[in-house]
């Protein structure tokens, strides 16, 4: 199947006057690909006659000229709604975050709503218990009165969540290792920017 659209200086200009007709246009392209068919566009000269053109040309004349239909000027594409909306609930997600007193820990690692959504994250038990203060660190055991002192065994302070990652020897090999690949993955990917 075929179909084609047909444009004259009239129709364009009458599109590019009501966007919301333009989008039902596209939208209607669509749908029809949907069901197999064919869709090109030309550009004809006005008048030519041809069955297609001159019923474009009279709906666009009935459409300016009617003063019954709606105006539609306002429209606007589902998507940039869509887009709309997102921006404000992220924002909305945002402030309802910058105030609550919950979730101290996790704003500490995450405190932006929309850099976190970009980032793509595999979401384990043991990720989530350190993003969220859960971790069973000797310093959250001594918290929960589960053990007596929460110092490390290494000696070098309070065995907190900051102290595993940053600072316990024990991690060391582990922390250079993973230090290593993120620059490597950092450096990379500014090597490809430029
Ligand atoms: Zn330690």
Redesign the pocket.
């Given at each position: 199947m075929s179909n084609n659209i047909h444009r004259q200086p009239n129709n364009i200009g009458q599109a590019a006057k009501h966007p919301y007709i333009a989008e039902e246009i596209r939208g209607k392209i669509t749908e029809m690909k949907e069901s197999d068919w064919k869709t090109t566009h030309y550009w004809v000269k006005a008048h030519t006659g041809k069955g297609g053109n001159e019923l474009a040309d009279t709906l666009a004349k009935w459409a300016a000229t009617n003063k019954n239909i709606q105006e539609s000027y306002n429209k606007i594409p589902k998507s940039v709604v869509m887009k709309d909306l997102e921006e404000e609930n992220v924002k909305k997600w945002q402030r309802k975050l910058t105030q609550t007193t919950k979730g101290r820990t996790t704003k500490e690692y995450f405190p932006d709503v929309s850099e976190r959504l970009k980032m793509k994250l595999q979401l384990t038990q043991n990720f989530t218990a350190i993003v969220s203060g859960h971790e069973k660190t000797r310093d959250y055991l001594h918290r929960f009165k589960i053990i007596e002192e929460p110092t490390?065994?290494?000696?070098?302070?309070d065995?907190k969540t900051d102290?595993t990652i940053y600072?316990?020897?024990r991690l060391t090999k582990k922390r250079d290792r993973l230090k290593k690949r993120l620059y490597e993955k950092i450096n990379g990917q500014l090597t490809k920017r430029t």
């Open positions: 490390c065994p290494c000696g070098k302070g065995q102290h600072a316990w020897e």
